[in-house]
């Protein structure tokens, strides 16, 4: 952001460059609203294997997941065994969910994140973060290398692991997604969606904010550009941060962002 060099205008010119902007504005709206209406469309593919997750309320298969609701969206977050904390980009997006969630329980949906780390760890970080919403393991299962966020080291080992829909190097064994999955008339639960890579972005309220502003999202054009996030309990407190927008002291683990 250059503040000494920036454009100053006229309200009257202000008022025409917003407008023709505005036009813009609108015309990407009305393309995310098509965009969303096919993604309705898809079709969907059943779930027949019975996957298995330790809760708080001990075991639970993947029905019980949706808590008496029809729809079931799936943060997979980015937690692996003997990790002492969970991913900061993971984190950031999981800092929205509690907030969140009351508004999406009244549209018939349940929002649950989904780590490899077993429950004990899940449940230590999570104290920590003073996070409420609902967060199982889905350690020993299959559940997260059958939805492409998980990879063994025959994967790692050979160079490129199937993520976001395509051949990719990835640097670790656990990646972010969200995947959404439906409970049919029969019964029988439907996976319709999932999304890697910058499309957990939707996640990120804080994104659309900092996109509001001259300053944007501060960050610099690298591969990792998320190299900045760390979980909200270690940015510096009441005060503009000392390290430069972008430059990281510890890096982010959801890299490969494509």
């Known amino acids: 952001m250059d503040i000494a060099h920036h454009p100053v205008v006229s309200t009257d010119q202000w008022l025409?460059?917003?407008?023709r902007l505005l036009e813009r504005e609108k015309e990407i709206m009305r393309l995310q609203d098509r965009l969303a209406a096919e993604r309705r469309a898809l079709p969907w593919r059943a779930v027949d294997k019975d996957y298995r997750f330790d809760?708080?309320?001990?075991?639970?298969?993947?029905?019980?997941?949706?808590a008496g609701r029809r729809q079931l969206l799936v943060q997979h977050f980015m937690f692996g065994p003997g990790w002492e904390e969970g991913c900061p980009s993971c984190s950031y997006m999981a800092d929205h969910s509690d907030g969140m969630n009351?508004?999406?329980?009244?549209?018939?949906?349940?929002?649950?994140?989904?780590?490899?780390?077993?429950?004990?760890?899940i449940a230590r970080f999570r104290r920590r973060?003073?996070?409420?919403?609902?967060?199982?393991?889905?350690?020993?299962?299959?559940?997260?290398?059958?939805?492409g966020?998980?990879?063994?080291?025959?994967?790692?080992?050979a160079g490129e692991v199937d993520y976001n829909y395509a051949r990719r190097p990835f640097p670790h064994a656990e990646a972010p997604g969200i995947s959404v999955f439906v409970q049919g008339e029969d019964g029988r639960i439907y996976h319709s969606y999932s999304t890697y890579g910058r499309g957990v972005e939707v996640m990120m309220g804080a994104y659309r904010l900092m996109d509001l502003t001259p300053g944007g999202r501060g960050e610099r054009d690298v591969p990792h550009k998320m190299?900045?996030?760390?979980?909200?309990?270690?940015y510096?407190?009441?005060?503009?941060?000392?390290?430069?927008?972008g430059v990281a002291t510890e890096s982010s683990c959801c890299r490969g962002r494509g």
């Not at 009351?102 to 760890?121: G, K, M, N």
């Not at 966020?149 to 080992?157: C, L, W």
């Not at 190299?227 to 270690?234: F, I, L, N, P, Q």
């Open 16 to 19: 025409q460059a917003r407008g």
């Open 55 to 66: 809760t708080p309320e001990g075991l639970r298969n993947l029905p019980e997941l949706f």
């Open 102 to 121: 009351p508004h999406l329980a009244q549209r018939d949906i349940t929002l649950v994140a989904v780590s490899r780390a077993p429950l004990a760890e």
């Open 129 to 147: 973060m003073g996070w409420r919403f609902d967060w199982v393991s889905s350690h020993g299962s299959d559940f997260n290398a059958d939805f």
């Open 149 to 157: 966020v998980s990879f063994d080291a025959r994967e790692q080992a």
């Open 227 to 234: 190299e900045w996030v760390r979980h909200h309990d270690r």
């Open 236 to 245: 510096e407190r009441h005060e503009r941060s000392a390290t430069p927008a």
